[in-house]
């Protein structure tokens, strides 16, 4: 648990340290041994979202979990602006 622990950390990291940039949101897929875990890695994306300030959500798919993290919404009063998005897996 703790390789996975650290990588959905250093996802968390990145957005969070990123204030500055185009990146909006962060996806993480875990590929294995994810079935057997998927109330602790919930547990752990909740936890670990809110410790950053973001919002999560997570999919579960075949042998495989997805955790998704975006940065709360802030009015920037620039109208719409691009928004990138990063994948790790």
């Given at each position: 648990m703790a390789a996975w622990?650290?990588?959905i950390r250093t996802t968390c990291?990145?957005?969070?340290?990123?204030?500055?940039?185009d990146i909006d949101a962060a996806s993480l897929t875990l590929a294995q041994g994810a079935e057997g875990e998927v109330a602790l890695?919930?547990?752990?994306?909740?936890?670990?979202?809110?410790?950053?300030g973001l919002q999560a959500s997570f999919r579960l798919g075949?042998?495989?979990?997805?955790?998704?993290f975006t940065r709360r919404r802030r009015d920037?009063?620039?109208?719409?602006?691009?928004?990138?998005?990063?994948?790790?897996?």
């Open positions: 622990e650290q990588a990291e990145t957005l969070g340290d990123s204030a500055a940039s890695l919930c547990g752990l994306v909740e936890e670990l979202a809110e410790e950053y075949t042998g495989s979990f997805t955790a998704r920037t009063g620039r109208g719409s602006s691009r928004r990138a998005i990063l994948r790790k897996r």
